[in-house]
């Protein structure tokens, strides 16, 4: 496996004010720092359109409320081939119910997930539990911060244990000092100094604290209790300084105005450290457990502070066994008694100081870098190894549905005495479109199928003139087969485009081979010989694998046509080189996206490799094959075509909208092709499972055929089927139940099926 070099982070950013964001920062400036080898980048979420002034290491600006800023954030993100992503985890930074709009980006990477969960919900509303289970599933692992988040994720959401690591909070490296040189540079020379810090907010507990003051005063006249810290930015937005001014009069009703000092400031690092340096006692009067993390609690701890606190999650483990003082929730007389104690008792405090400093070594961030980078490592091996293990596993099995009768209707009826119509509305043919060699070459394909013993031929008529079609097509000035034409019989173009030409010679083969007619065989045989000279110029993978699937019924029939011979080995040859130059073991296939007919690819060579007698085609067929049947299996199973919306996408997981019905046939029929080619009969149930998309083992449970009609809709969108019926997916399905059919007639020659209207 290569080095971990390339490492995208995704959260809030400074200068955003707010924890997340300066864990964020923190977090990946000390990545970055870890190795000069390592590169970093963050996904920056933007509050409520706003913007900032990000610095360089921000690559990506996300708009918490627009989705298609997420599906752009996982785009950007698969394009820099990032090999790991590490995603902060708060429910109110992200757009949607419950934070969901973050599962449009993670459903889309295709690289390792790394979630720290910043919190961890003990009772969480039916969205919030959605949400995190979601966000659990698709991480490869989860980190948190405390031992109380690992036992909530086991026990409330169900994640194994062995996918949770607990990494502390990270801190700055700041030696033990004393407070007073800090004391005199910030004007509290002299002074007992109580300090809390960060956003203010109303669960903060600030007001028991400032009640505790009078309590405090009477021990310690010359306490000075200092308040850090800006309002939260949502509060500001949504109520203004109400909440400030509230605490303002507070301080006035105790009669404490010159003990209790407000620093309405979001300051720097630098700034911080020197604030809490030249505190005596830290307080954090939090007013509710379920504070998983405290980076003010963190770094307070970090810099060997005597520290008194509510019990949050947080602070039960990190203050643990005297360091630091726990009182209960609410407890103003408590908190004044324990504070009041330790800035009277320096022996204790320098202790409880000590203690703070020498336990939190193992918390700076350097350190907690390297904890991350072993966990991003492990990420790593793990997705690999899942990668590894659904390529040799059968998915689980799927209740057997009846094999449907073969019924071609529908197909007859989306032809006119030119040729089959390309599109239709609904189930009615759309002439508006016209037709293509595309479709009508398929079309000619299924009529060859329907010659195969125990179906039902087409009308000879029909079958005639699909072949009049591509005759039609065929133009000898360039060489080359023309695709679309309108409706008006005249074609839109001289020629069409390599991949038609490759599916004209495909149906030329096969008819060559297979037709009826003894005529129009010897016509199939002569065309394909004037046309498949041409591929050997092609450039598409798709055309070579096209054609070489015409090539294997060809030959069949010229078994002393050299060029023939010649040009298969070259394309087979082609195929075989592009999946060695471009797979890998995250990425087996032959390009560096994937599109539509993908498994024609894995096909062509598994059939060349066959016939030819070349154990290195079927080697390659099968390898591109198993990673593809992998990449195209839901969690629960069943078959997930690669959807259109993501053709084309570099090195990407496939999107899974919108299904169509072409790469299901072309997955049924390589699949077949490597159950004949390696006896293994998971092959078969991966042909099976891709035909049962059809019937509605499918994401959406949508049935995409009328078996009485042989109808089949255009695909499967997010929300429903498409309701339109064309010509392509017509075919598509007709060939795919052709398949079905002749491997069950092998597979099981005794058992007789249902031939369906025709």
């Not at 081979?513 to 000279?533: H, I, M, N, T, V």
Request: glycine share 8%; aromatic share 8%.
């Amino acid at each position: 496996m290569t080095q971990l070099r390339r490492l995208a982070f995704i959260g809030n950013a400074l200068p955003r004010r707010c924890g997340i964001a300066t864990f964020t920062t923190d977090l990946q400036q000390a990545v970055d720092a870890s190795s000069p080898d390592i590169e970093t980048c963050v996904v920056a979420m933007n509050d409520h359109g706003r913007s900032y002034d990000y610095p360089a290491a921000v690559g990506f600006e996300v708009d918490d409320t627009n989705i298609d800023d997420y599906i752009r954030a996982a785009a950007f993100l698969n394009a820099g081939h990032f090999q790991a992503v590490s995603l902060q985890h708060e429910f109110g930074i992200f757009g949607g119910e419950a934070g969901s709009h973050i599962m449009a980006l993670l459903s889309r990477l295709v690289m390792p997930i790394v979630t720290t969960l910043h919190t961890v919900v003990a009772k969480p509303t039916p969205a919030q539990r959605d949400v995190l289970e979601q966000i659990a599933a698709v991480s490869t692992r989860l980190v948190v911060m405390s031992e109380k988040g690992r036992e909530l994720l086991c026990s409330v959401y169900q994640v194994p244990p062995g996918k949770i690591d607990v990494i502390a909070h990270g801190i700055p490296d700041f030696p033990f000092s004393e407070p007073d040189i800090a004391k005199a540079e910030l004007g509290f020379s002299g002074r007992p100094v109580i300090l809390t810090f960060g956003l203010l907010s109303p669960n903060k507990g600030i007001e028991v604290m400032i009640d505790a003051m009078p309590a405090i005063l009477a021990s310690v006249p010359d306490a000075v209790y200092v308040v850090l810290g800006a309002t939260h930015p949502n509060l500001v937005r949504d109520q203004g300084e109400t909440y400030r001014d509230s605490l303002i009069s507070r301080v006035h009703a105790a009669g404490v105005d010159n003990h209790v000092v407000f620093l309405d400031q979001f300051v720097d690092q630098s700034t911080l450290l020197r604030f809490i340096s030249m505190c005596d006692v830290y307080a954090t009067p939090y007013l509710s457990e379920a504070q998983m993390t405290s980076g003010t609690l963190s770094y307070s701890f970090g810099l060997g502070k005597a520290v008194v606190s509510t019990p949050y999650w947080h602070a039960q483990d990190l203050l643990a066994d005297g360091r630091g003082v726990l009182v209960p929730f609410g407890d103003a007389v408590a908190m004044g008694r324990e504070v009041a104690g330790l800035l009277l008792d320096d022996d204790r405090r320098l202790a409880m100081r000590q203690r703070a400093h020498a336990g939190s070594r193992s918390m700076t961030w350097a350190s907690t870098a390297l904890n991350y980078l072993a966990t991003f490592e492990q990420a790593r091996r793990t997705r690999r190894l899942k990668v590894v293990t659904e390529l040799n596993q059968p998915p689980p099995p799927r209740e057997s549905r009846p094999i449907p009768g073969m019924a071609s209707m529908h197909l007859v009826s989306m032809c006119d005495d030119t040729g089959l119509f390309q599109h239709a509305v609904h189930s009615v043919p759309d002439r508006v479109h016209g037709y293509c060699v595309d479709d009508n070459a398929r079309a000619l394909l299924v009529a060859c199928g329907l010659n195969a013993p125990g179906e039902e031929s087409l009308p000879d008529a029909l079958t005639a003139r699909f072949a009049s079609f591509i005759q039609h097509a065929w133009n000898p000035r360039t060489g080359r087969f023309r695709n679309f034409m309108g409706f008006n019989r005249v074609w839109l173009e001289e020629q069409g485009s390599e991949d038609s030409h490759g599916r004209a010679l495909w149906a030329l083969g096969e008819c060559s081979r297979s037709d009826s007619s003894g005529s129009r065989r010897r016509w199939a045989a002569a065309l394909f010989a004037e046309a498949f000279a041409a591929t050997e110029g092609f450039s598409s993978p798709r055309a070579w694998a096209f054609t070489l699937l015409g090539l294997d019924a060809y030959c069949h029939v010229a078994p002393g046509n050299a060029r023939a011979a010649q040009t298969r080995r070259l394309l087979a040859d082609r195929l075989a080189a592009l999946l060695s130059a471009v797979g890998h073991a995250d990425w087996m296939w032959f390009e560096t996206g994937l599109s539509y007919d993908n498994a024609r690819l894995s096909q062509a060579l598994l059939v060349t490799g066959a016939a030819l007698g070349v154990p290195s085609f079927i080697d390659a067929g099968l390898r591109s094959l198993r990673w593809l049947m992998a990449v195209q299996t839901s969690p629960a199973g069943m078959f997930r075509p690669v959807g259109s919306e993501g053709f084309g996408d570099q090195l990407m997981r496939p999107r899974p909208f919108d299904q169509q019905p072409l790469e299901a046939t072309a997955t049924i029929a390589a699949c077949l092709a490597a159950w004949r080619a390696d006896g293994d009969p998971r092959w078969k149930t991966d042909g099976d499972r891709a035909f049962a998309w059809f019937l509605g083992d499918n994401d959406l449970g949508a049935p995409l055929v009328d078996p009485d009609t042989g109808s089949c809709r255009d695909g499967l969108h997010r929300d429903r089927a498409n309701e339109n019926r064309g010509g392509e997916s017509a075919v598509s399905y007709l060939l795919g139940l052709l398949e079905i059919r002749q491997t069950e007639r092998i597979n099981q020659p005794h058992v007789k099926l249902a031939p369906g209207p025709l």
